[in-house]
C-alpha cells in the first residue's frame, strides 16, 4: 500500500499520451479493459473541447506523490427525463495496482461527485472474474447488488462475453 495521498486532479496536455497508451497498449490496460484497438485521437479531440470535463462526464487523474497512476472517469446515466445517476469507471497502470491506490481514488471520485453533484447515487460495475476490482469498490462505501446483463457486458478479456457485478453507493464515503 502506498502511503503518499491520493490525489484526483484535472487532465493536463501532457497526461494526453498516458491516456492514449490506454487505448493502444494492451499490456496498459490489462486483461479486463482491453476491448481492441480503438482511436486514441480521441482523447486529444475532446481534450481541447472541455478539458475532458463535461456536464455529462468527466475524467480525472489519480496522482499519489510525484506520481501519475492512472484516472477515474463517470459518465450520465439517465434514470428519467429529469434525474440521473453516474456510472464511475477507473484505470490505473500496472505499477499501481495493488497498492490501495485505486481503492483511495475511487473514494475520492464519490466525495467529489456527491459534493459537487445533484445526484443520490453512484455506481460502478465490474467483471465477476475482477475480484480486486469488486474489493475495491466494496472498501470504497460500494454495496454489491443485482446487475442486468445487457447493461453490464464487458469482455472479460480474451474476447468473451461474462457477467458483470454493479455496485451502488447513495452517500459519501467516511
Not at 8 to 25: A, C, G, I, K
Not at 106 to 131: G, K, M, S
Amino acid at each position: 500500500m502506498s502511503d503518499d495521498p491520493v490525489i484526483l486532479r484535472p487532465v493536463f496536455e501532457d497526461d494526453l499520451p498516458l491516456l492514449e497508451s490506454f487505448l493502444t497498449d494492451p499490456e496498459a490496460t490489462g486483461p479486463f479493459q482491453w476491448h481492441g484497438w480503438t482511436d486514441p485521437g480521441r482523447w486529444r479531440r475532446r481534450w481541447a473541447e472541455n478539458g475532458l470535463l463535461g456536464d455529462d462526464g468527466g475524467q480525472l487523474m489519480v496522482t499519489a506523490g510525484a506520481d501519475v497512476h492512472g484516472f477515474v472517469a463517470w459518465r450520465k446515466v439517465a434514470a428519467t427525463r429529469s434525474s440521473y445517476w453516474w456510472n464511475t469507471g477507473i484505470q490505473l497502470l500496472p505499477k499501481a495496482r495493488g497498492r490501495g491506490i485505486g481503492t483511495r481514488a475511487q473514494r475520492e471520485l464519490v466525495r467529489y461527485l456527491f459534493a459537487h453533484t445533484p445526484v443520490v447515487r453512484i455506481e460502478a460495475d465490474t467483471e465477476t472474474a475482477n475480484t480486486a476490482e469488486q474489493r475495491a469498490l466494496e472498501k470504497s462505501g460500494f454495496t454489491r447488488e443485482e446487475c442486468c446483463a445487457a447493461r453490464c457486458s464487458g469482455t472479460g478479456g480474451g474476447g468473451t462475453s461474462s457477467a458483470s457485478v454493479c455496485c451502488a453507493t447513495t452517500s459519501p464515503p467516511r
